[in-house]
C-alpha cells in the first residue's frame, strides 16, 4: 500500500504490509459518462440490469488476467460480483 494511504486505509498495517494484489475488471459494458440529473423511474424486472456479455468480451477479460498470473508466477482468484 502507498504510504499515502496507510492513515486513509480500514485495514491495520500489519495486514497490508507486504501485499501485493492486482485487480481485473471488465467495465466496458456501462456507461460512465457525466451525469446529467436523477430523475425516477418506474420499478423495472431485475432481469433488465443485470448486463449480458459475449462470449468474446468474456474471453478478452479472463486472457488479460490469465496472462498476467502467468507472468507475476502468482495465484488467480475469481470472485464475481453482481449486485
Known amino acids: 500500500m502507498f504510504k499515502q494511504l496507510v492513515d486513509a486505509s480500514s485495514l491495520k498495517p500489519e495486514i497490508v ?7 481485473v475488471r471488465e467495465l466496458t459494458g456501462y456507461y460512465f459518462g457525466e451525469p446529467r440529473g436523477i430523475k425516477p423511474i418506474e420499478m423495472v424486472n431485475v432481469k433488465e440490469l443485470i448486463p449480458s456479455y ?15 498470473q502467468k507472468k507475476e508466477k502468482t495465484k488467480l482468484h ?6
Open 78 to 83: 475469481h470472485v464475481k460480483n453482481l449486485m
Open 17 to 23: 504490509s507486504g501485499l501485493d494484489i492486482m485487480i
Open 54 to 68: 459475449t462470449t468474446s468480451e468474456i474471453e478478452r477479460v479472463a486472457r488479460v488476467a490469465f496472462d498476467l
